[in-house]
């Protein structure tokens, strides 16, 4: 039997790609790591149990919206579990979507005591992910009409990668690989463990023919080394625009191309000019502000 949900909410969380199960066990160790063990001290002191109530998740700036669903399923556990009856969520808005300051995102009716136990991890999800669609829509913007699309990397927060690399997805971005298993990167540590690129490169073809495979350079010396060596994705390390620009002359179509290294919204423009297929922008998932979303306690009507 799967977990106890109401049916929209995993409905929208199954349709963004993301596992059900998965995501339902973070959220229920992020509740109790927010109890601790006990109780909402404050709540239960303040807050007569039958207290019926609604609380509004408001945009207090613009942005791009992601885990709305991941909010509401907070809601929605803590009101299935407390046995004070179940929360009603109102998704108001869909991830991916634009939002300005005063957008209400969901709306959660229910017993007030279990809407303040579950405002602090529903708005701790929720601005993070908004967050990082935020800054991703800003590098898709920054690119402009230009082909170079913007992915993301391995550099995420331990246990939430397939949910911030979700937000990349609803700000506009593109995935790079999920796991070291989904897909090989030779790196400069790789090269030296190996002796040489093109060595490397051999090594992990022998091992995983089938497996997409990206080569790391630092210089037009070693993207001719790899493109002869048969590489279909190389990233192209710390290249001044300059060197990428022959980079892409160089590789004439028989690679794609992912800058990578010293990257900023400033620059997005230049770099898409030089032709590359991708940039890849670490800081999306590590360094992404959060997204200002309030929540506002109203009773019910």
């Excluded at 993301?18 to 002191?45: C, F, I, M, Q």
Aim: proline share 4%.
């Amino acid at each position: 039997m799967g977990p106890d949900v109401a049916s929209g909410i995993a409905e929208a969380i199954t349709v963004a790609g993301l596992d059900l199960a998965a995501v339902v066990d973070l959220v229920d160790r992020a509740l109790a790591e927010d109890l601790d063990g006990g109780t909402d001290v404050t709540s239960v002191a303040t807050v007569p149990a039958a207290q019926q109530g609604a609380l509004d998740l408001v945009a207090r700036a613009p942005g791009v919206v992601a885990g709305i669903p991941v909010a509401a399923l907070v809601f929605d556990r803590v009101g299935a579990l407390s046995g004070a009856g179940r929360v009603h969520v109102d998704m108001r808005m869909t991830d991916g979507a634009a939002v300005v300051h005063g957008d209400v995102l969901l709306t959660a009716s229910g017993p007030v005591r279990d809407l303040l136990l579950s405002e602090r991890t529903a708005l701790n999800l929720l601005c993070h992910l908004s967050g990082i669609a935020t800054a991703t829509h800003q590098w898709v913007v920054a690119l402009g009409p230009t082909r170079t699309r913007v992915r993301d990397t391995r550099k995420t927060t331990p246990g939430l990668r397939r949910l911030e690399k979700y937000a990349v997805r609803c700000g506009g971005g593109v995935n790079h690989r999920m796991s070291l298993s989904d897909a090989a990167l030779i790196k400069d540590n790789h090269v030296v463990a190996a002796g040489g690129v093109a060595e490397a490169f051999r090594a992990v073809r022998a091992l995983a023919p089938d497996l997409p495979l990206e080569v790391e350079v630092d210089s037009l010396d070693q993207l001719d080394e790899v493109l002869e060596a048969g590489a279909d994705l190389v990233l192209l390390d710390n290249f001044t625009p300059e060197e990428m620009t022959e980079a892409v002359r160089r590789t004439a179509g028989r690679a794609q191309l992912e800058a990578s290294g010293g990257l900023t919204l400033e620059l997005a423009a230049v770099v898409g000019s030089t032709g590359v297929d991708y940039v890849a922008v670490g800081a999306l998932t590590h360094s992404a502000p959060v997204l200002d979303v309030g929540a506002d306690l109203r009773e019910s009507p």
